[in-house]
């Protein structure tokens, strides 16, 4: 970390906005002004640029660690989504371009997803899901996850999505933690020219999730129906999506929900075993959400607005649908690869759709730059006109490029942190006004506050430390779902006295202009391309692996996905160890977690070093994977155990 904090001290290269761009920007330096001058009004103002139903009589009540936001305010995401485009100016404004890997194409209007998550929420309400009902939505990035996850907003029924990616039993954890009742899936999607079978991994996850009692199935492969390899379709429980479509009405009555009712659930990964659900809630996730994509997007009327994220996860759910939505904005979608079926897919996509905005991760810009400039020259990028990038630090290296080769030196970068519980853009540039320096996501954003601070809670000017954010905001998670105790301990409790203090488990740099450099977790939480993956999850696998006694996961640098995840294993039987159980046990974890939770290196060992009371020492196995020195080896119980563990690392990389 010290290699890395210097290098980034020594990130000398600023890049102030155009006069050109400053001059047309949503937010301005009055924006900062307004929201330092009065907190709790700059978010009222924002909120309000929502449509209430009813509004609310208080805009924060605060009992350190429990916030509510707009208390007595009533309205209902859908409507702020759809309703108020459909019956306007809007309405024949495209809301969805969409784009499915073999190349099929939608374009879906404001009036038409309109009358589509109308259908849609009818259908739900036919199956006997009612508000504050639990819906899981597994599905491809086609626009019924969109149109899904509407309609159950429409109905007050909290949506739980689970990324495609994931397996049976990682889907069946997340029905079965909160009692989902209907699930929303497809016979299949499409990802690098591969089918993938959801029905069949949603049949898998079925046998085990009691709570169940429908599951509607979106019909992907064209002329599918009645294919019975992709969806066997199970009687009384299973209905295709069209079916029920046809049959319902278009017109569907909004629920009335106050600012305080879950919208979503959404897993992420934690320092335990088990993915926790973050609450977020209606009033104060959609003002969150809202108010930033126009801020740091600089969102307006002509943009065709592209972030690449899956909807899985939580970048899809606040800028694909929910934040572009409720202002009205034109957003791309993409089901696939970025390389299928050539390597420049993404820019051929911003050149035929005209993006104008582009959102996407650091894992995938280091790809681009890897398979060369030549793929983003073949194309016409000039309407590109802002860049964005989220969910790892991005190097300076991959931002200069990003910057040239797809901005073409003319579009701001904006580097975006955020997590899954803060449901929105925290620290980042605003566009029209911030400079930029290459690697910095650079301060927090109006209305929020960001610090940093060693352990004790003592405040660090400048150098390193412990990001902290220290004022409630709006799109905060309200809690773990089912387990408050767990949200208390895990964000709340890192600074004793200090209930106010959010820890989001990232350490950070500030430098002498108080710009923040995210330098990631400091926890047991890796990052892997862009994604959260607990070591504890990934440890909990492999044990379930008969021939495995014991496991310890960290994390190791990865030149394109950040972080790659290294496995040391002690077998119950030392005489079994060999190459191809080595792959077993990664298929092994990809089957029960998911393929983006494979391990890269898997290591046997006959012992893993410990503490003498027991803990195993994961400083030193970081240091084992990354090659470096051993730091302190005191405090082992044996310290031969990573002589020879290092002895094979090296083995193995040679
Ligand atoms: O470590 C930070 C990293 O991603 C974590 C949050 O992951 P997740 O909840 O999956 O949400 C990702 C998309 C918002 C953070 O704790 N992270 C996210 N954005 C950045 C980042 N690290 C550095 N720079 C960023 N811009």
Known sequence: MTEQLDTLLNEARRFPPSPEFAARAQATAATYAEARADRLRFWADRAAELEWSTPWHTVLEWDPPHAKWFTGGTLNASVNCLDRHARGAKRNQAALLWEGEPGDRRVITYWELFREVGRAANALRALGVQRGDRVAIYLPMIPEAAIAMLACARIGAIHSVVFGGFSPESLS??????????????????????????????DKAL?????????????????SSGDEAFAEMREGRDHWWHRLMQDAPLSCEPETMDAEDVLFILYTSGTTGKPKGIVHTTGGYLTGVAATTRMVFDLKDEDVFWCTADIGWVTGHSYLVYGPLANGATCMMYEGAPDWPEKDRFWDICERHGVTILYTAPTAIRAFMKWGDEYPAKHDLSRLRLLGSVGEPINPEAWMWYREHIGGNRCPIVDTWWQTETGAIVISPLPGITSTKPGSATKALPGHSADLLDSLGKRIDVGGGLLALTKPFPSMLRTIWGDDA???????????????????????????DGYFWILGRVDDVLNVAGHRIGTMEVESALVEHPAVAEAAVVGKSHELKGQAIAAFVTLRDKSKQSPALRDELKEFVAKKIGAL????????????????????????????????????VTTLADPNVVASLRDQYEDKEG
């Open 173 to 202: 954890d997340r029905i079965n933690d909160s009692k989902v009742k209907v699930l929303i899936t497809a016979d299949a999607g499409y990802r690098r020219g591969q089918v993938i079978p959801l029905k069949r991994n949603s």
């Open 207 to 223: 046998e085990t999730t009691p709570s169940i009692e429908h599951v509607v199935v979106v019909q992907r492969r064209p002329g």
């Open 486 to 512: 767990r949200y208390v301990e895990t964000y709340f409790s890192k600074w004793p006295g200090r209930p106010d203090l959010y820890f989001p488990g990232d350490g950070a740099k500030r430098d002498s």
């Open 597 to 632: 939770a494979r391990p890269d290196d898997i290591l046997f060992s006959a012992d893993l070093p410990k503490t003498r009371s027991g803990k195993i020492m994961r400083r030193l196995l970081r240091d084992i994977a990354e090659g470096r020195a051993l730091g302190d």
